[in-house]
């Protein structure tokens, strides 16, 4: 079955630390893996996708097929950078498989 | 404001009541998912639209559950003779031809 885990439910970090939110997923064809964020009060937002090979607001995130992993990363957090972030995978042509989310605290 | 929008954002209801929510996608996205979300977990998928096309209906949708998107546009989602166990946050996305689509607000239902 298609699923994603994001073993840490809560992460704490200072201010200007590096960040890595963790993601793993278990798929037997190609996945393609996406990060969301949702700040305090707002609408689920895409950050990024696995296909497009982007940075977004200092955010990267690499497809490692031999750990089944797509986690988040950023070298220096900013204050801006708490929110809620879920990881999602997509199946087949339509819908995401979405992690449970880790609630990101960036710690002045 | 030209992204999906969801009404209504709010929803009380009594257990055993018929509620309906709907939801405006971006105009030219011709897909639209609806998923559910509950407290601490991520969105879980309940259905897919292709146009007005039904094209996949998740097994949490129960026969309590029905979805329509007639002409292409505005969906609706409808819960009949609802249940404590049905509220959650009701979200809704648009998308072109690709994944990772665009969410709205969401729906809060509350069952009372």
């Known amino acids: 079955a298609q699923r994603v885990t994001q073993p840490e439910k809560l992460l704490s970090v200072f201010k200007g630390a590096p960040v890595e939110l963790k993601c793993n997923y278990s798929?037997?064809?190609?996945?393609?893996l996406f990060w969301y964020v949702q700040y305090s009060r707002q609408r689920l937002q895409l950050l990024l996708r696995?296909?497009s090979r982007e940075s977004i607001k200092g955010f990267t995130a690499d497809l490692n097929k031999g750990e089944t992993s797509f986690h988040l990363k950023k070298p220096f957090a900013q204050e801006e950078d708490s929110a809620m972030y879920y990881c999602?995978?997509?199946?087949?042509?339509?819908?995401?498989?979405f992690g449970q989310g880790t609630r990101l605290t960036i710690n002045p | 404001d030209t992204g999906v929008s969801q009404n209504p954002r709010h929803k009380i209801t009594k257990r055993g009541q018929n509620v309906t929510f709907r939801c405006d996608p971006i105009?030219?996205?011709?897909?639209l998912y609806w998923y559910r979300q509950t407290l601490g977990q991520g969105p879980e998928f309940l259905t897919y639209?292709?146009?007005?096309?039904?094209?996949?209906k998740s097994r949490l949708l129960s026969d309590r559950f029905s979805a329509e998107r007639p002409k292409g546009s505005f969906s609706t989602l409808e819960i009949q003779r609802t249940e404590q166990g049905d509220s959650a946050m009701y979200l809704c996305?648009?998308?072109?031809?690709?994944?990772?689509?665009?969410f709205g607000p969401g729906t809060r239902l509350t069952v009372l």
């Open positions: 996305a648009s998308s072109p031809a690709q994944r990772g689509g665009f």
């Open positions: 798929y037997s064809g190609s996945p393609e």
């Open positions: 696995h296909i």
């Open positions: 999602a995978l997509g199946r087949g042509a339509q819908k995401l498989v």
């Open positions: 105009s030219e996205h011709n897909r």
């Open positions: 639209f292709q146009n007005e096309a039904q094209l996949e």
